[in-house]
Nanobody, 122 residues
Framework: QVQLVESGGGLVQAGGSLRLSCAASGRTFSSFAMGWFRQAPGKERDFVALISVSGGQTIYTDSVKGRFTISRDNTENTVYLQMNSLKPEDTAVYYC???????????????WGQGTQVTVSS
Protein backbone atom coordinates (compact mmCIF):
# COMPACT_ATOMS: atom_id res chain seq x y z
CA GLN A 1 0.00 0.00 0.00
CA VAL A 2 1.10 3.52 -0.79
CA GLN A 3 -0.64 6.60 0.51
CA LEU A 4 -0.07 9.88 -1.28
CA VAL A 5 -0.67 13.36 0.11
CA GLU A 6 -0.33 16.45 -2.09
CA SER A 7 0.38 19.95 -0.84
CA GLY A 8 1.49 23.30 -2.17
CA GLY A 9 -1.53 24.35 -4.15
CA GLY A 10 -3.06 27.77 -3.90
CA LEU A 11 -3.99 30.98 -5.67
CA VAL A 12 -1.37 32.69 -7.80
CA GLN A 13 -1.37 35.39 -10.44
CA ALA A 14 -0.58 34.61 -14.04
CA GLY A 15 3.17 34.45 -14.54
CA GLY A 16 3.76 33.29 -11.00
CA SER A 17 5.12 30.02 -9.64
CA LEU A 18 4.09 27.25 -7.32
CA ARG A 19 5.76 24.06 -6.19
CA LEU A 20 3.57 21.07 -5.50
CA SER A 21 4.75 18.28 -3.25
CA CYS A 22 3.48 14.74 -2.95
CA ALA A 23 4.55 12.83 0.13
CA ALA A 24 4.29 9.06 -0.01
CA SER A 25 4.02 6.62 2.84
CA GLY A 26 5.47 3.16 2.72
CA ARG A 27 8.90 1.78 2.01
CA THR A 28 8.26 0.98 -1.65
CA PHE A 29 8.07 4.54 -2.98
CA SER A 30 11.34 4.14 -4.87
CA SER A 31 9.90 1.25 -6.87
CA PHE A 32 7.11 3.35 -8.41
CA ALA A 33 7.08 5.68 -11.35
CA MET A 34 5.31 8.85 -10.29
CA GLY A 35 2.96 11.01 -12.27
CA TRP A 36 1.12 14.28 -11.95
CA PHE A 37 -2.32 14.71 -13.46
CA ARG A 38 -4.82 17.56 -13.37
CA GLN A 39 -8.53 18.05 -13.73
CA ALA A 40 -9.98 21.39 -14.69
CA PRO A 41 -13.62 22.23 -13.92
CA GLY A 42 -15.96 20.39 -16.25
CA LYS A 43 -13.13 18.49 -17.94
CA GLU A 44 -11.57 15.06 -17.75
CA ARG A 45 -8.45 14.40 -15.74
CA ASP A 46 -5.37 14.73 -17.94
CA PHE A 47 -1.74 13.72 -17.77
CA VAL A 48 0.76 16.46 -16.86
CA ALA A 49 4.15 14.92 -16.07
CA LEU A 50 5.84 11.62 -15.32
CA ILE A 51 9.13 10.65 -13.70
CA SER A 52 10.83 7.29 -13.69
CA VAL A 53 11.82 5.29 -10.63
CA SER A 54 15.37 6.64 -10.67
CA GLY A 55 14.36 10.13 -11.72
CA GLY A 56 16.47 9.87 -14.84
CA GLN A 57 13.56 9.97 -17.29
CA THR A 58 10.71 12.42 -17.51
CA ILE A 59 7.80 13.10 -19.83
CA TYR A 60 5.63 16.21 -20.02
CA THR A 61 2.45 17.06 -21.80
CA ASP A 62 3.12 19.62 -24.52
CA SER A 63 1.28 22.47 -22.84
CA VAL A 64 3.63 22.51 -19.82
CA LYS A 65 6.97 21.79 -21.47
CA GLY A 66 9.53 24.40 -20.55
CA ARG A 67 7.39 25.68 -17.67
CA PHE A 68 6.93 22.69 -15.34
CA THR A 69 9.58 20.43 -13.86
CA ILE A 70 8.94 17.12 -12.15
CA SER A 71 11.49 15.75 -9.72
CA ARG A 72 11.68 13.23 -6.91
CA ASP A 73 13.64 12.57 -3.76
CA ASN A 74 13.58 8.88 -2.98
CA THR A 75 15.24 9.46 0.39
CA GLU A 76 12.32 11.69 1.39
CA ASN A 77 9.61 9.66 -0.39
CA THR A 78 8.49 12.81 -2.15
CA VAL A 79 7.79 13.88 -5.70
CA TYR A 80 7.61 17.52 -6.73
CA LEU A 81 6.12 19.56 -9.51
CA GLN A 82 7.72 22.97 -9.96
CA MET A 83 5.35 25.16 -11.95
CA ASN A 84 6.63 28.41 -13.43
CA SER A 85 5.07 30.97 -15.77
CA LEU A 86 1.64 29.83 -14.72
CA LYS A 87 -1.32 30.58 -16.94
CA PRO A 88 -5.05 30.76 -16.16
CA GLU A 89 -5.51 27.57 -18.19
CA ASP A 90 -3.33 25.74 -15.64
CA THR A 91 -6.15 26.13 -13.12
CA ALA A 92 -7.15 22.66 -11.97
CA VAL A 93 -7.03 20.15 -9.18
CA TYR A 94 -3.62 18.49 -9.36
CA TYR A 95 -3.18 14.84 -8.41
CA CYS A 96 -0.09 12.77 -7.91
CA UNK A 97 -0.19 9.06 -8.59
CA UNK A 98 2.05 6.01 -8.39
CA UNK A 99 2.46 3.35 -11.06
CA UNK A 100 4.46 0.15 -11.28
CA UNK A 101 5.11 0.87 -14.95
CA UNK A 102 6.55 3.97 -16.62
CA UNK A 103 3.38 5.06 -18.36
CA UNK A 104 1.24 8.13 -18.98
CA UNK A 105 -1.91 6.01 -19.06
CA UNK A 106 -4.10 6.63 -16.02
CA UNK A 107 -5.17 2.99 -15.98
CA UNK A 108 -1.59 2.05 -15.07
CA UNK A 109 -1.69 4.01 -11.83
CA UNK A 110 -2.48 2.05 -8.69
CA UNK A 111 -2.44 4.80 -6.09
CA TRP A 112 -3.75 8.36 -6.15
CA GLY A 113 -3.61 11.33 -3.83
CA GLN A 114 -6.61 13.41 -2.86
CA GLY A 115 -5.61 16.36 -5.01
CA THR A 116 -4.60 19.96 -4.41
CA GLN A 117 -6.26 22.98 -5.99
CA VAL A 118 -4.23 25.34 -8.14
CA THR A 119 -5.93 28.54 -9.24
CA VAL A 120 -4.22 31.00 -11.57
CA SER A 121 -5.81 34.42 -11.87
CA SER A 122 -5.44 36.59 -14.93
Amino acid sequence: QVQLVESGGGLVQAGGSLRLSCAASGRTFSSFAMGWFRQAPGKERDFVALISVSGGQTIYTDSVKGRFTISRDNTENTVYLQMNSLKPEDTAVYYCAAARRYSIRQSEYDYWGQGTQVTVSS
